[in-house]
């Protein structure tokens, strides 16, 4: 199963964008890459994902590099509220049961 | 948005008894829900994985006795811990997600489980 690699904790100016790094070097061809936030004590919230393109939505962008080992979440304008764990998931297929497993994630605080 | 709603959010109960989580899909039919369990400042660690109208499928060292799984139709899932302990204490969460196998998991807002 692919694992992910995030860096612990990271900050960034309210206003600025924050880009969240993650490394994903064992990523198969067929599996895609999710990125889900959870603030504090709430469930995971979906954000965004991928397979090869980059992709973008209303709430962030991802860009998966071309090898695809590696990819960042893009939240182009940070709030407050963006305050949150974000989660780099390389979705797993065991016996046909899809399953996501967290790792621990990157702690980003917005800084007023 | 896919909405998943689970009740209760936060339950309080003494030990030895058993509690009921449900976990259901308010806008999408969830052909597969997962159950996880996170303990305080730790990541979420998948508990089971239920495709309607089949048995559920626990992760290793998930005892499935202890954490009886329902998924009787596509839009609800329930959880019942039983014969709760203070080391069941944990925020469980929900998740569903539908037919096609690339489509996202969508997360209940969990449910904060204490024993006494």
């Known amino acids: 199963d692919a694992k992910t690699t995030q860096p612990p904790s990271m900050d960034c100016a309210e206003g600025r964008a924050a880009n969240l790094p993650c490394n994903h070097s064992?990523?198969?061809?067929?599996?895609?890459v999710y990125w889900y936030r959870q603030i504090h004590s709430q469930g995971p919230q979906y954000i965004i994902h991928g397979l090869k393109n980059n992709e973008t939505n209303e709430m962030a962008s991802l860009i998966i590099t071309e090898d695809r080992k590696s990819s960042t979440l893009i939240l182009p304008h940070a709030t407050l509220r963006d305050t949150a764990v974000y989660y780099c998931i390389v979705r797993v297929s065991n016996f046909g049961n899809e399953k996501l497993t967290f790792g621990t994630g990157t702690r980003l605080t917005i800084i007023p | 948005g896919a909405v998943v709603s689970q009740h209760p959010s936060w339950v309080i109960c003494k030990s030895g008894t058993s509690v009921k989580i449900e976990c259901r899909s308010l806008d999408f039919q969830a052909t597969t829900m997962f159950w996880y369990r996170q303990f305080p400042k730790q990541s979420l660690m998948l508990m089971a994985t239920s495709n309607e109208g089949s048995k559920a499928t626990y992760e290793q060292g998930v005892e499935k006795d202890k954490f009886l799984i329902n998924h009787a139709s596509l839009t609800l899932s329930t959880l019942t811990v039983t014969s709760a302990h203070p080391e069941d204490s944990s925020f469980y969460i929900c998740?569903?997600?539908?037919?096609?196998?690339?489509?996202?998991?969508?997360f209940g807002d969990g449910t904060r489980l204490s024993i006494l």
């Open positions: 998740s569903g997600r539908g037919l096609r196998s690339n489509q996202p998991q969508h």
């Open positions: 064992t990523i198969s061809g067929n599996e895609y």
